[in-house]
C-alpha cells in the first residue's frame, strides 16, 4: 500500500523549513531547476515518450496526445518559465497595514506561505514544473498528483528538481510527487488535512467536480469555464466578430475559451451572418436557438445542455436575446463564473453589465482570452479561481499566500 502519510508528513517539514529560507536561496533554487532541466532534455524526453507511446495504446483518451507530448522546445519553455517566476517580487514577509493602537500595541499583518499545497490535475508535465516553481517561490511545499498518462514524464521532472533543489541546500521535500496514481489514492490524499492546507484541482469539469465534492481539505475550485460574450445592439459588428473569433478559436481546450455567444435581437440580423464568417473558417459548430436558426440555416438546434456545456472543442452555443436583461440573467443562470464580455458603444449597459455579472472576470469589448496570470501581469498562476473565498481569478503568487497578524508591544496587559 502507497504511503501518503509519510509523503505528507515530510511536506508539512519541509513547509516549516520554507519559512525561514530567503529570497535568495529560493532565487537560487528556482535558476538551479530551469539549468536541470535543460541539462536534463534528453532523459526528460525519453521518459515523454513512454507515457506517449502508453497514450497512443487508448483511443479514449488520444486526445491528450498534444498536452501530453514534451519536446525540446516546450522544455525550454518551462525552463524560460520557471526564470520568469524568479524573477517575480518576492510576496512573502510583507508587512502592511502597521497601526499604532491608544494603548501602544503596534498591530501589522504578514503575508505567510499557505504551508503545504496540494495540486491534483490531469495530463499537462509543464503543469509539474509551474505549479512546483509558483510553490517553491511562495514558500510553500508541494504534493503533486498528475494523471496516470503522464507518469513517467512526472517522475523524471520531480527528479530533476528534487536535484537542483539538493544542490543549492535547499528542502528537498519542498517538491513532492504521488507516485500511486490511482483514484483511491488520490482519495485519501483529498483527506489528509493533518498535513495539506488547502488543494487546488486543475482539469476538466469532471475532475474538479470530484475532488470539490471527495475532499476534506479546503479546496481553490479552479478552471470550468463556460464563458459568454454578449453583442449588445450598439455593438461595433466587425469589432465583435474579431473578438469572437479570437475567443473561440485561438486555443479551443483552455477555460478562457469562448462558449457561448449573446446576440441582441435588434441587430442580430446583421451581426450573426458577420460572425459566422469568422468562425466558419474555423470549422466551428453553431447550436443555436429557433432565432439564431432562421438567420443562420447552418446552425444545429440547441438544447439546455448546450447552454450549460463548456465545450472545449470548435462548437459554440448561441442565443438571441432580447436585451441587457435578458442577456445577464442568462449568464448568471448557466455561467461557471469564469470569464464574461459584453460588445458594445454604451456606457451605461457597459457598467450593467460589470456590474451585474457574478464572475471572476467581466470585460467590456475584449476577448475572454485575456484572463491569465501572464496577461494580467502576476508573471504566472497555478489555475483560475472560479469561487469567492479567499482569491478569485488567476491565482498568482499573491493568492498562494495568506496573512497573519504580528504584534508589538511593551508590557501591555488587558
Known amino acids: 500500500m502507497y504511503d501518503l502519510v509519510s509523503v505528507g508528513s515530510a511536506a508539512k517539514a519541509a513547509s516549516y523549513k520554507l519559512m525561514n ?30 507515457d506517449l507511446e502508453a497514450l497512443l495504446k ?24 520557471v526564470r520568469q517566476v524568479d524573477n517575480l517580487p518576492d510576496p512573502v514577509g510583507e508587512v502592511t497595514e502597521m497601526v499604532k493602537r491608544p494603548n501602544g500595541l503596534m498591530i501589522g499583518r504578514k503575508r505567510v506561505p499557505l504551508g503545504v499545497i496540494g495540486i491534483i490535475y490531469e495530463a499537462r508535465p509543464n503543469v509539474t514544473v509551474d505549479a512546483a516553481a509558483l510553490c517553491l517561490k ?33 528542502p528537498v521535500d519542498a517538491i513532492s510527487l504521488v507516485e500511486d496514481t490511482s483514484r483511491e489514492i488520490a482519495a485519501e490524499m483529498m483527506r489528509l488535512n493533518e498535513y495539506i492546507d488547502v488543494l487546488i484541482p486543475r482539469g476538466g469539469a469532471g475532475l474538479i467536480r470530484t475532488v470539490v465534492n471527495t475532499a476534506t481539505v479546503p479546496v481553490i475550485e479552479t478552471g470550468t469555464g463556460n464563458c459568454h460574450i454578449y453583442v449588445e445592439e450598439s455593438a461595433d ?5 474579431s473578438i469572437i473569433e479570437n475567443a473561440k478559436t485561438t486555443r479551443v481546450s483552455v477555460c478562457n475559451a469562448a ?13 450573426l451572418p458577420a460572425i459566422y464568417e469568422k468562425l466558419k473558417a ?82 467590456v469589448n475584449a476577448s475572454t482570452r485575456f484572463t491569465d496570470g501572464f496577461e494580467f501581469g502576476f508573471g504566472a498562476e497555478i489555475g483560475i479561481s472560479t469561487q469567492k473565498l479567499h482569491a478569485r481569478g488567476p491565482l498568482g503568487l499573491r493568492e498562494l499566500t495568506t496573512s497573519k497578524y504580528i504584534i508589538y508591544g511593551n508590557g501591555q496587559i488587558r
Open 138 to 170: 511562495t514558500s510553500n511545499a508541494c504534493i503533486l498528483r498528475g494523471g496516470s498518462e503522464a507518469i513517467n514524464s512526472n517522475l523524471v521532472l520531480v527528479k530533476i528538481m528534487k536535484q537542483a533543489l539538493a544542490s543549492v541546500g535547499a
Open 259 to 271: 462558449e457561448s455567444l449573446l446576440v441582441d435581437k435588434a441587430i442580430a440580423d446583421k451581426a
Open 237 to 241: 459588428i466587425d469589432m465583435a466578430a
Open 21 to 50: 529560507i530567503d529570497s535568495n536561496l529560493k532565487s537560487k533554487a528556482l535558476l538551479a531547476i530551469a539549468d536541470e532541466l535543460i541539462k536534463n532534455t534528453d532523459e526528460i524526453l525519453k521518459e515523454n515518450e513512454k
Open 282 to 363: 474555423h470549422d466551428v459548430d453553431i447550436y443555436g436557438c429557433e432565432e439564431t436558426y432562421k438567420i443562420l440555416k447552418e446552425a444545429i438546434p440547441a438544447t439546455d445542455d448546450d447552454y450549460k456545456t463548456e465545450y472545449l472543442d470548435y462548437k459554440i452555443s448561441v442565443k438571441v436575446v432580447s436585451g441587457i436583461d435578458e442577456a445577464i440573467e442568462h449568464i448568471n443562470r448557466y455561467s461557471t463564473k469564469h470569464s464574461e464580455a459584453i460588445i458594445t458603444t454604451n456606457y451605461e449597459k457597459s457598467q450593467r453589465f460589470l456590474a451585474e455579472i457574478d464572475s471572476a472576470a467581466v470585460y
Open 58 to 81: 487508448n483511443k479514449e483518451k488520444a486526445s491528450f496526445y498534444d498536452r501530453l507530448k514534451l519536446t525540446k522546445e516546450r522544455i525550454e519553455q518551462m525552463a524560460e518559465g
